[in-house]
């Protein structure tokens, strides 16, 4: 069974930086892209940042460009989100998700693997 569990979350005053972490049990595949959602209270889901399998292909949503960096280490089963220059807005929860394959990697409906989330809270 594919387990992901995330650390890292808390809470930082703005402009400050939080790094997540995504720890994977067993690979849903032999090559399986990652990515990071976030969702508040009221609002759907977001796909934040995505990532391919061999880190050839990344996705961002307009508002973290920039400030915040995915990336993935295969030999640990781990995904990681580096946030810097953080804001209220990005005030969330945070989810890791893992797909059945490398393809497609900013389509939320790819991903079927889902951690239990780590709350991100940005004071002003």
């Known amino acids: 069974q594919v387990q992901l569990v995330e650390s890292g979350g808390g809470l930082v005053q703005a402009g400050g930086s939080l790094r997540l972490s995504c720890a994977t049990s067993k690979r849903p595949a032999s090559r399986y892209a990652m990515a990071w959602f976030r969702q508040t209270p009221g609002k759907e889901r977001e796909l934040v940042a995505a990532?391919?399998?061999?880190?050839?292909?990344?996705y961002y949503t307009d508002s973290v460009k920039g400030r915040f960096t995915i990336s993935r280490d295969n030999a640990k089963n781990t995904l990681y989100l580096q946030m810097n220059s953080l804001k209220p807005e990005d005030t969330a929860v945070y989810y890791c998700?893992?797909?059945?394959?490398?393809?497609?990697?900013?389509?939320?409906?790819?991903?079927?693997?889902w951690g239990q989330g780590t709350q991100v809270t940005v004071s002003s």
């Open positions: 998700a893992a797909s059945g394959r490398n393809s497609n990697i900013d389509s939320q409906r790819e991903y079927n693997y």
């Open positions: 990532i391919s399998w061999a880190a050839l292909s990344t």
